[in-house]
C-alpha cells in the first residue's frame, strides 16, 4: 500500500469517543514503552492509588493501613515538622503538606501568588482568605470582579514571549481507533517546556489542560549535495516537538467535516452538525462573502488589463463566443469553396 493511502487511511471518520472523562484519551496517548512495561509488570492487585495524585487519599478508613508518602517528600515533611510547621495530626499534616506541593506545581507563571510551596493549613488559609476577601468587598461596596491596588503593589509580571510558532496539527488517530477529541496536538519549539505551554494556553486562550505529554521528533542525516557534509535535514522532515495536550472539554479541528459528518450519523442528527458549523463560520468569518468579493474584485482588475473581451466566468458568454468562431470558420470554409468551383 502506497504511502499516500496509508496516510489517507490513518484517520478514517467515525463516530468520537465519549468526552465524560479523559481517562481513555490519557492511556491512549501513553509512550509505547510505558505502555509494554505496564502489560509486562502489572500492578498488584492490592495495590491502591498514590496519595499523590490525590490528597484525599491520605484520609486512611478504620482498619486500613495510614498511606505514606514517598521517602524524599516523607523526608522533608518530617525535617518540617522538626521546625515547627505542620503541627497537630500527621495525617491532617501531610494532607496540607500534600496540597502545598499540588499547588505549588499547579501555579501559573505571571500571576502573582504564594512564593513558598510549604504553606502550613494552606487549605484553611485559603479559605479564611476568601472570606475576609468577600467581607470586605461588600464593605467597599464593589462590583464582583473588581479589584483595590495600592500604590506600588505588583498584581502580575510582564514575560516577554520569544518570537515562536506554535501550530495546532490534526491528531493521529491509528487504523480501527475511533477519532478522541478530548486531546489536542501541537508542534512547539524545543526549547519550550510542559510549564511554557500550560501557561500560554491559560493565559492567551483561556484554556485548561488535564495532561501534557511531549515527544522530539529527530531528522534523519543526509549528506548535502556541495560541499559534502553531513546534517539533519530541514523542510517538511525537519527535527520538531510534539505536544499532545488533554482536554476538560472536546474539541475538533477546524475543517474536519468528515467527522462532523461521522458524529452527527452516530447521534442521528445527519447534517445538522455540519450545517451549523457553516453558519457559525459565516457569521463569525463570513467565508462566503469573502469568497464573492475575492471574485469579483478578480474580475474588475482583470476586465481592464488582460481579458477584454465578456467572454470569461460566464458558461453562456463562453459557448455564445465558440458558437461564433466556429461559424466565422465556416463562413470562410464556404467562401473558398465557392471560389474554388468557379475556377472549375
Known amino acids: 500500500m502506497s504511502f499516500m493511502l496509508r496516510r489517507t487511511l490513518a484517520s478514517l471518520a467515525g463516530p468520537s469517543s465519549p468526552a ?24 498488584h492487585p492490592a495495590s491502591s492509588p498514590s496519595p499523590l495524585s490525590d490528597p484525599s487519599l491520605l484520609r486512611t478508613p478504620p482498619g486500613k493501613t495510614p498511606k505514606r508518602l514517598p521517602p524524599q517528600l516523607e523526608a522533608e515533611f518530617q525535617a518540617l515538622r522538626a521546625q515547627g510547621q505542620f503541627k497537630g495530626d500527621e495525617t491532617s499534616g501531610r494532607r496540607a503538606f500534600l496540597n502545598g506541593q499540588v499547588s505549588w506545581r499547579n501555579r501559573v507563571r505571571g500571576v502573582k501568588a504564594s512564593k513558598s510551596k510549604h504553606l502550613e493549613n494552606a487549605s484553611a488559609s485559603g479559605l479564611a482568605s476568601e472570606a475576609e476577601a468577600e467581607v470586605e468587598l461588600e464593605e467597599a461596596e464593589l462590583e464582583d470582579g473588581e479589584v483595590v491596588v495600592t500604590d506600588g503593589e505588583v498584581i502580575g509580571q510582564r514575560i516577554y514571549l520569544p518570537n515562536i510558532q ?107 452538525l455540519d450545517k451549523q458549523r457553516e453558519e457559525w463560520l459565516e457569521d463569525n468569518f463570513m467565508v462566503e462573502r469573502m469568497k464573492t468579493y475575492r471574485k469579483s474584485a478578480l474580475m474588475k482588475f482583470y476586465k481592464g488589463y488582460r481579458w477584454r473581451s465578456k467572454t470569461h466566468d460566464n458558461e453562456g458568454n463562453i459557448m455564445r ?12 470554409l464556404r467562401g473558398a469553396a465557392a471560389s474554388l468551383s468557379k475556377r472549375v
Open 20 to 43: 465524560s472523562t479523559s481517562i481513555p484519551s490519557i492511556a491512549s496517548t501513553l509512550p509505547q514503552a510505558v505502555r509494554r512495561r505496564r502489560l509486562e509488570n502489572p500492578p
Open 321 to 332: 463566443e465558440i458558437m461564433r468562431k466556429r461559424g466565422e470558420k465556416e463562413e470562410a
Open 166 to 272: 506554535i501550530r495546532l496539527m490534526r491528531n493521529h488517530t491509528p487504523p480501527g481507533e475511533a477519532y478522541d477529541p478530548n486531546v489536542a496536538t501541537f508542534r512547539i519549539p524545543q526549547s519550550m517546556t510542559k510549564t511554557d505551554l500550560r501557561g500560554y494556553l491559560s493565559a492567551v486562550y483561556d484554556l485548561p489542560v488535564t495532561f501534557i505529554r511531549t515527544d522530539n521528533y529527530i531528522a534523519p542525516l543526509a549528506r548535502q549535495p556541495g560541499g559534502g557534509q553531513v546534517r539533519r535535514k530541514a523542510g517538511s522532515v525537519k527535527t520538531y516537538k510534539r505536544a499532545v495536550v488533554g482536554l476538560s472539554e472536546p474539541f475538533h479541528y477546524p475543517d474536519d467535516v468528515d467527522e462532523l459528518y461521522a458524529q452527527g450519523r452516530a447521534m442521528g442528527l445527519g447534517d445538522a
